[in-house]
């Protein structure tokens, strides 16, 4: 079956402790991107990936990094969460053949820093 | 800078009423606008999108939007609405020479029966 999968589901952590997000996708997409999804603010990019070793800034990338080691692999990298880092996260993933192409979404990331 | 704005945050409609989801954007560019749903506890999932051409886009479930160039919409519809299109829909855009993709606040539906 051809999805996104996002690790963990769910994690309350503590202010300063560096965690990673695992994301992964099987359908040999070159596009990979990283949101946030905050009550009335919608969705925000945070960094995306046209091909393994790309990647750029989105809207709010500070206090987060990522890597595209592997073409299926791009992990979200938190080195000292902070409160406002508490969100829903969503990695997605598209056929790179022009900025046209849909995403697909894993099922989302729930964070909880304290 | 492009920007999505849906301007209402719910919307309530009786079931086998037409639904209407509105979106307005703003690039600089020309404009690829996407429909996305959210079910709870789920990721997003896509609709439908607007590429060029037919300015009536056809999508998933029933779901049509229709591209407005002049008043820089993209409103989402279905003629009959069902309760199980009850969700969050998000508007989408992207200028067509970048890949940045910017999402609407989000619009909740509600369908009664």
């Known amino acids: 079956e051809a999805q996104v999968t996002q690790n963990p589901r769910y994690l309350i952590t503590v202010t300063g402790k560096k965690l990673t997000v695992t994301c992964s996708q099987n359908m040999n997409h070159e596009y990979m991107s990283w949101y946030r999804q905050d009550p009335g603010l919608g969705l925000r990019q945070i960094y995306y990936s046209m091909n393994v070793e790309v990647t750029d800034k989105g809207d709010v990338p500070e206090g987060y990094k990522v890597s595209r080691k592997e073409k299926r692999n791009f992990p979200l990298i938190l080195e000292s969460p902070s409160p406002n880092q508490t969100s829903l996260y969503f990695c997605?993933?598209?056929?790179?053949?022009?900025?046209?192409?849909?995403?697909?979404f894993g099922d989302g990331t729930r964070l909880s820093i304290l | 800078a492009q920007s999505v704005a849906q301007p209402e945050d719910q919307v309530n409609v009786a079931e086998g009423n037409p639904l209407t989801v509105k979106c307005t954007y703003s690039v600089s560019g020309n404009p690829y606008l996407f429909w996305y749903v959210q079910y709870p506890n789920r990721g997003l999932q896509f609709l439908l999108k607007?590429?060029?051409?037919?300015?009536l886009v056809k999508g998933s479930y029933g779901f049509e939007a229709e591209f407005n160039k002049s008043q820089t919409s993209f409103h989402l519809k279905k003629p009959s609405a069902l309760v199980s299109d009850s969700a969050l829909y998000f508007c989408a855009v992207r200028d067509y020479n970048d890949y940045k993709l910017s999402f609407g606040a989000g619009t909740t539906v509600t369908v009664r029966a």
């Open positions: 607007y590429i060029t051409g037919d300015n």
């Open positions: 997605a993933s598209s056929l790179k053949g022009g900025n046209n192409q849909p995403q697909h």
